[in-house]
C-alpha cells in the first residue's frame, strides 16, 4: 500500500518514508506507529492499542520509555511538533491522533503513467526550478520557467510541474517585468490544468489562493488557502504565503503566527523568514522586524529582499542611515527590478537622501514612459519626497492597472501620511474590502 500526505509518501509494502520523491531515514518503530496512525487517521489511537501492535513481548516500563522516543523520532522526520502539531497531535493521557489529509493508492500515478526514468528526470527538472524561482531575481525566474517547461515535456500528468509554471507568472507580475493583464491569466491557466490532474494538490491550491490575492479576489483566496492548509498542514510554503494575505487584511497576529509556523517547518528558507520580516513590518512590530531580519540576513547573505523590509522598519525606528546602508546592499545583490526600484526610492527619500531618490523617480519615469512599469513602485519615491499629490496620483494609476502588490498600502506603515485624505481612502474602497 501507498500512503500520500502532503508533500510524504509512505510505501508499506517497500517500509520507506519518502519527501518530495527524497527517501527520509526512518526507523522500524517509527514507520510503524505512522503507518497505525494513518490506518486510523482523524480517530485516537491509545498507547496500549500502540503496545499490543509493536511491544508485545516488552515490558510496560520498556514500551513507555519506547514509544516516547519512537514519536519523538517520528515528529523529528515529518517537521511536526507537540506544541503546534500538524499531523500528529498528542491526545493527554489517552494516545495519538494523525490530523493530517490522506490518499490511499495501489501504486504512485507517476508510476503508472510515465518510465521510471522518464519521470525521476521530470521531478529533477521540476526541483531544480522550484530551487531557481525562489531566488526571485529575473534572470533565476526565466531559468526556473525553462525547467519547468523541460518538466511539462516530460510528464504532463504530473501537476506540481504546472504549479511551478504559474508560480512564474506570478513572480514575474510581482517584481514588475510583465503587466499584471498578461501574467495573471497565463497562471490561471497553468493552474487549471494541474487542477484537472490533482485538485487536491495542496502546492497548487497555494498557488491559486495566491493568484486570488494579487486578483484582489479576496473569499477565493482565503478559500483556498484554507484548503491548502487542510491538504499539508507542515507545508512552508503554504503557511508564509498565508502569513502575508492575513497581514494584508490586518490580521496581523495571525499573521506572525503562520509566519512563525513557516519558519520552525523550513529555517533556512530565505522566503519564509523574509514573510516573517515583512509581516512585523505591516504589524509596526519594528525592532521584531529588524532583530528577526538580521539574523535572517546572517542566514543567506546573498538573498537581498529581507534587506527591504529590516531598511523600512529602521526608517520608523529612526535610524536613517542604518536603512540606507541595507537599502545599498540590497539593490546591489538584487538587482534594479522595478518593483524593488520603488522600495530603494523611498528608503532614499525618507532617509534624507533626496538627490539619490530624485535621481531614481527621473529614472523610473523614463522607464514608465517606454512601455509598461509597476506605478506603485513611482508613488512610493513620491510619497518619501513628500510629493503627496503626485502619489495619489500614481496610486490611481496602479488601481487601474490592477498591481497585485497595491493592496499592502492599507496596512504599510508608509501610507500613515495619506490616510486622512479621502482619495486613499477611496483607492483603499477600489481594492476592495481585505477584511475577509
Not at 173 to 197: C, H, K, V, Y
Not at 232 to 244: I, T
Request: aromatic share 10%; charged share 25%; glycine share 6%.
Amino acid at each position: 500500500m501507498v500512503i500520500e500526505f502532503g508533500p510524504f509518501v509512505a510505501d508499506t509494502n517497500r517500509r520507506e518514508l519518502l519527501k518530495y520523491g527524497k527517501r527520509l531515514r526512518l526507523r522500524a518503530q517509527p514507520f510503524d506507529i505512522l503507518v497505525a496512525l494513518i490506518e486510523r487517521a482523524g480517530e485516537i489511537v491509545t498507547r496500549e492499542e500502540l503496545r499490543r501492535r509493536l511491544w508485545s513481548d516488552r515490558t510496560f516500563v520498556e514500551f513507555e520509555i519506547g514509544l516516547n522516543s519512537a514519536v519523538s523520532r517520528l515528529r523529528d522526520v515529518l517537521g511536526d511538533t507537540p506544541r503546534t502539531p500538524c499531523l500528529i497531535e498528542t491526545v493527554p493521557k489517552q494516545g495519538y491522533r494523525f490530523v493530517g489529509s490522506v490518499s490511499l493508492k495501489v501504486k504512485r500515478e507517476i508510476e503508472a503513467t510515465l518510465p521510471h526514468q522518464q519521470s525521476s528526470e521530470a521531478h529533477q527538472a521540476y526541483l531544480k526550478g522550484h530551487h531557481l524561482i525562489k531566488r526571485h531575481t529575473p534572470p533565476n525566474a526565466q531559468r526556473g520557467l525553462e525547467y519547468f517547461s523541460e518538466a511539462i515535456r516530460l510528464d504532463r500528468n504530473d501537476a506540481l510541474n504546472y504549479h511551478g509554471a504559474a508560480l512564474y507568472y506570478l513572480l514575474a507580475t510581482l517584481m514588475g517585468e510583465l503587466p499584471p493583464w498578461q501574467a495573471l491569466p497565463q497562471a490561471e491557466d497553468f493552474i487549471s490544468r494541474g487542477m484537472q490532474l490533482k485538485e487536491d494538490s495542496a502546492m497548487l491550491q497555494n498557488t491559486l489562493a495566491m493568484l486570488h490575492m494579487y486578483q484582489w479576489r479576496w473569499k477565493e483566496a482565503e478559500s483556498a488557502f484554507h484548503r491548502a492548509i487542510m491538504l499539508e498542514p507542515a507545508n512552508p510554503h503554504v503557511r508564509m504565503m498565508y502569513s502575508n494575505f492575513c497581514s494584508w487584511c490586518g490580521r496581523h497576529d495571525d499573521a506572525l503566527r503562520q509566519a512563525q509556523m513557516g519558519i520552525d517547518l523550513d529555517l533556512l528558507d530565505p522566503m519564509t523568514n523574509f514573510h516573517f520580516v515583512k509581516n512585523a513590518y505591516y504589524a509596526r512590530r519594528y525592532q521584531q522586524a529588524v532583530e528577526r531580519g538580521r539574523a535572517a540576513i546572517e542566514l543567506t547573505r546573498d538573498f537581498p529582499y529581507t534587506r527591504w523590509y529590516v531598511s523600512w522598519s529602521l526608517i520608523e525606528l529612526g535610524n536613517k542611515e542604518g536603512a540606507w546602508s541595507l537599502a545599498n546592499e540590497a539593490r546591489a545583490l538584487g538587482g534594479r527590478q522595478p518593483t524593488t526600484e520603488g522600495h530603494f526610492g523611498y528608503v532614499a527619500g525618507a532617509s534624507g537622501h533626496e538627490t539619490e531618490a530624485r535621481e531614481v523617480l527621473r529614472e523610473l519615469e523614463a522607464r514608465s514612459e517606454r512601455g509598461y512599469f509597476p506605478a506603485l513602485a513611482i508613488a512610493w519615491t513620491h510619497l518619501a519626497l513628500g510629493q503627496t499629490e503626485a502619489c495619489l496620483a500614481r496610486l490611481r494609476q496602479a488601481v487601474l492597472q490592477k498591481e497585485p502588490y497595491l493592496p499592502s498600502i492599507a496596512v504599510s506603515p508608509a501610507c500613515d501620511p495619506l490616510r486622512a485624505r479621502s482619495e486613499f481612502t477611496e483607492i483603499i474602497r477600489q481594492i476592495g474590502s481585505v477584511s475577509v
